[in-house]
Each structure stands twice: as C-alpha cells, then as structure tokens.
C-alpha cells in the first residue's frame, strides 16, 4: 500500500511564501511524475506544477514565475515552494504521483489527502 502525506499549509499574507512538502512512502518500486493540483471553492481541482522522473518539469503559466518543484528521489520526496503568494492562491493543495507499488504491474495515481493554503490580502 502506497500513502502520501503532505505538510506546510497554512494561513499567510498576500506577497509571502509558503513551502509545501510531500513524501511518498510505502510498497514502492518506481515513480514517475510527482506534482501538486489545487482545488479552490467552486472550481475544479487544476494541475500546479509537475516534475518527472528525469527532472523536466511543468508549472502553470499564472504561476510559474513564483513557484517552483523539486524532488528528492532518496526520500520519494516533492517539493512545491510558493513566493509572492496571492489572495488568489488559496485553494486546498494535493500532492499526486505515478506509482508503480511491488504488488502491481503498471504504475497509477496516488493522492495526498490535501492542505490548505489561505492567502490574505
């Protein structure tokens, strides 16, 4: 069984950071790509950022000048650090990865049960 648990929301002001974090842990063989979505109220849950196995990474436009991926393959650990957060930022934040667990032969989605991130303004 393969669990995914994430940590570092919270409340902020509008222009601070936050640094979310994510480890994977379990039966795991393989991972491919590591990322977080978000899913703000009344809105479907949308891709943030993305970073693969090779470490090509993928971040959203309305986002990609402020936040950054990064993973650490030892730790099966992905990283979602977030500068000049903004009021339109807040939004619950899953962290997501493909797994390939030993008892399975072909890789699939797994999901962190999410944190809040709140940005004041």
């Known amino acids: 069984q393969v669990r995914l648990v994430e940590s570092g929301g919270g409340l902020v002001q509008s222009g601070g950071s936050l640094r979310l974090s994510c480890t994977a842990s379990g039966s795991i063989s393989n991972i491919n790509a590591m990322g977080w979505y978000r899913e703000a109220p009344g809105k479907e849950r949308e891709l943030v950022a993305v970073?693969?196995?090779?470490?090509?990474?993928h971040i959203q436009d309305s986002v990609k000048d402020r936040f950054t991926i990064s993973r650490d393959g030892a730790t099966n650990t992905v990283v979602l650090q977030m500068n000049n957060l903004k009021p339109e930022d807040t939004a619950v934040y899953y962290c997501?990865?493909?797994?390939?667990?030993?008892?399975?032969?072909?890789?699939?989605?797994?999901w962190g049960q999410g944190t809040q991130v709140t940005v004041s303004s």
């Open positions: 970073i693969r196995r090779g470490g090509t990474t």
């Open positions: 997501n990865a493909d797994i390939l667990d030993y008892s399975s032969s072909s890789f699939s989605a797994s």
